[in-house]
């Protein structure tokens, strides 16, 4: 069975020669193996700039090694998130901007500009035709498709609805539209336990579609609800859970197409890093943090961006964790899902290889 090369490195070093900073760049050199980019090749770095309120969105000195690296290669490097579904403080570009500022992506911490791919509104997108089981069209946001090449650089954590979120979820859902996004979650119906439930409100206060009324518990208007569940995500009691859990695969699956969709010309330009640190049960997008799952580990980067978050999944599995002892599936059991769904149906769409040559470069 064909596999591909994924190389790591952990945290820890002690020289200045071989800082973590180096590393880094190391890793790209050895991943980006064969790729060269033309001059003034616009090269997108796929981040996610955090959500006002939470810390465990990748640090900016962390991805400036990166940037770098694709400047040293020839490209104009510019650092890109799409608008998100849910009312945040990332839903428009005007606050998305304004809240990648506020949490350092600036120069000169950074020396890329940023750029929200899908306009002011979320709805500037490209069309992109594809062979999948659920789309033959993904909506793709115009900068991510306008690039000459993508760099994956992800914070590999938990996730409520796919049990992890890695390159995959990163490239599929963070390279969509908004309508893009819409079409990933339609589905998804969650329900309220009304004896978990507080009545707190915040899942109202971060609805988009206004779904949600609270008065001794929450109330989801499913005719109304557009099933990004984000209620899920910001519920600080664990009361919203989705109804179908089937949802859960095939969300996961309708995230690879998307990823997919945003590669489809970029396969051969394209770079895949997790880091693999503050492993939390759930994404950057609530304005809180939880425990991380198991300690800080280290990154993994790879041209194969299946075997790269099967890497990333393996190493947290193989870790002893704060309530899961080693060998275990912690993402799968924190949230009743099966993770790999999302591993398989990128297989299956030709993205990549499950199976992989870890390389320690530490």
Same mark, same amino acid.
């Given at each position: 069975m064909t596999s591909s090369k994924v190389y790591f490195s952990d945290l820890s070093s002690g020289s200045k020669e071989n800082n973590l900073i180096n590393r880094i760049g190391r890793l &790209?050199?050895?991943?980006?193996?064969?790729i060269e980019y033309d001059k003034d090749d616009l090269v997108a770095l796929k981040l996610? &700039? !955090?959500?006002? !309120?939470?810390d465990t969105f990748l640090r900016p000195v962390q991805v400036e090694p990166i940037i770098k690296a694709v400047r040293d290669a020839g490209g104009k490097p &510019?650092?890109?998130?799409?608008? @998100?579904?849910? @009312? !945040?403080?990332?839903?428009n570009a005007v606050d998305h901007q304004k809240t990648a500022q506020e949490n350092g992506w600036v120069r000169p911490v950074v020396s890329a500009p940023v750029i929200i791919a899908d306009g002011l509104h979320g709805n500037e997108f490209y069309a992109v035709e594809i062979d999948g089981e659920h789309f033959d069209e993904v909506k793709i946001g115009a900068a991510f498709f306008q690039a000459d090449g993508i760099i994956g650089v992800s914070h590999f954590k938990g996730h409520g609805m796919t049990g992890f979120g890695g390159t995959l979820k990163n490239l599929g859902m963070g390279c969509a539209s908004r309508a893009g996004k819409l079409m990933m979650h339609y589905n998804v119906e969650p329900e309220v336990d009304i004896e978990e439930c507080i009545g707190c409100g915040k899942c109202a206060i971060w609805c988009p579609a206004e779904a949600i009324e609270v008065e001794q518990y929450a109330e989801i208007d499913l005719e109304k609800c557009i099933g990004c569940g984000e209620c899920r995500i910001v519920c600080p009691e664990g009361a919203i859970e989705v109804k179908d859990s089937s949802s859960n695969q095939e969300i996961q699956e309708k995230i690879a197409e998307f990823a997919h969709g945003s590669l489809i010309d970029k396969y051969e330009r394209s770079i895949f890093f997790n880091f693999v640190v503050d492993v939390t049960p759930e994404c950057d997008c609530p304005p809180w943090r939880k425990y991380p799952m198991v300690p800080d580990i280290g990154i993994v980067a790879s041209k194969d961006p299946i075997a790269v978050d099967q890497a990333a999944y393996d190493l947290v599995k193989d870790e002893k964790g704060r309530e899961y002892g080693?060998?275990?599936?912690? &993402? !799968?059991?924190e949230h009743d899902v099966d993770p790999t769904a999302q591993l398989k149906h990128g297989e299956k769409l030709g993205m990549g290889y499950r199976k992989y040559e870890l390389i320690d470069i530490s």
């Open positions: &790209f050199k050895k991943a980006c193996e064969g996610h &700039f !955090g959500e006002k !309120g939470i &510019f650092l890109a998130d799409s608008n @998100t579904l849910y @009312t !945040g403080s990332r839903s080693a060998g275990i599936d912690k &993402f !799968g059991k």
